[in-house]
């Protein structure tokens, strides 16, 4: 889906207050163009709740038991490959050898994914609420001059049925880039976020900004040369829906963030924070890091 665009600016240089920085505090994003962010458990569906319980669903319907902890261990990859890798798991892995009879072949991964794909199209809008503050952030960055772009590890059927859900909401970036779509590849390679680069016209890679939730969505920010930011909190690395958040334990909370901010770092993004809110501030870091000769 794309929005018509107005003519690039040459860089962000509005310098106007806003409720997300300190009291006084002025927006320069200069040299900043873009920002281009993931969507579940980024954008939308705090925690990433939406593929995860329907992967345990997809293979339940063929005998296979996968706990939720599982079924979040790829994601950010492509569906199909996201079920492969799955697939590759040693102990689902023997489940599949133990039911089937032999090990599971890329038929096997397609199969899955034909079980998956309609209760991801059946379901999805139950998970499309978004994340406290990405409707904000999103109106704050237009208000900059930055563009806005995105891509997803849903196929674009997913999408279809997301997009205009989040659009109602106030969640709408200007391009948006599915898993399935491109001939190159998804994640981690870096084609999604460059297919951004080119339809939003801007002009250096290196002024562009990842925002994401998964390993291989980092990973793909930094194969493209852009500046990579982990979202920690309401990702799919700590896994809580808000209500399990507002009843966990301290410590056990603490422990999780940490745990994801720790990965989300080892991955190469070189900032993480809780969530989408937590953004300008550190798009202001990384622009006064770039005036200062700094590049991702």
């Given at each position: 889906m794309t929005l018509a665009l107005a003519p690039h600016p040459a860089a962000a240089t509005s310098c106007a207050s806003s409720a997300?920085?300190?009291?006084?505090?002025?927006?320069?994003?200069a040299p900043l163009q873009a920002v281009i962010f993931d969507w579940a458990g980024t954008l939308v569906d705090f925690g990433s709740l939406a593929p995860t319980q329907i992967f345990v669903e997809a293979f339940a319907t063929f005998g296979i038991?996968?706990?939720?902890?599982?079924?979040?261990?790829?994601?950010?990859?492509?569906?199909?490959?996201?079920?492969?890798?799955?697939?590759?798991?040693?102990?689902?892995?023997?489940?599949?050898?133990?039911?089937?009879?032999?090990?599971p072949q890329d038929a096997d991964v397609d199969a899955v994914y034909a079980r998956f794909m309609p209760l991801q199209i059946a379901k999805v809008g139950e998970f499309s609420a978004p994340i406290d503050g990405a409707a904000e952030v999103l109106q704050w960055?237009?208000?900059?001059?930055?563009?806005?772009?995105?891509?997803?590890?849903?196929?674009?059927?997913?999408?279809?049925?997301?997009?205009?859900?989040?659009?109602?909401?106030?969640?709408?970036?200007?391009?948006v880039v599915a898993g399935d779509e491109l001939a190159a590849g998804a994640r981690p390679g870096p084609f999604m976020a460059l297919a951004n680069v080119l339809a939003l016209g801007v002009s250096d890679v290196r002024a562009c900004v990842k925002v994401d939730d998964t390993v291989p969505g980092i990973e793909e920010g930094r194969n493209a040369g852009m500046w990579s930011v982990g979202l920690s909190l309401s990702g799919n690395e700590?896994?809580?829906?808000?209500?399990?958040?507002?009843?966990?334990?301290?410590?056990?909370?603490?422990?999780?963030?940490?745990?994801?901010d720790a990965k989300l770092r080892l991955a190469g993004a070189h900032y993480v924070v809780h969530s989408v809110r937590d953004l300008p501030e550190v798009l202001l870091a990384i622009a006064a890091r770039m005036r200062a000769g700094e590049r991702a």
């Open positions: 997300f920085l300190p009291e006084g505090g002025c927006a320069d994003l038991t996968i706990t939720l902890a599982q079924a979040r261990g790829p994601m950010g990859l492509s569906k199909w490959q996201h079920i492969h890798q799955l697939l590759q798991e040693p102990a689902i892995h023997a489940q599949w050898v133990g039911v089937f009879g032999q090990a960055l237009r208000e900059q001059g930055l563009r806005t772009g995105s891509c997803s590890g849903y196929p674009r059927v997913v999408l279809d049925k997301l997009l205009p859900q989040a659009a109602a909401a106030g969640v709408a970036p200007e391009h700590v896994g809580y829906s808000l209500e399990e958040y507002a009843r966990a334990p301290a410590g056990e909370a603490a422990a999780r963030i940490a745990a994801a």
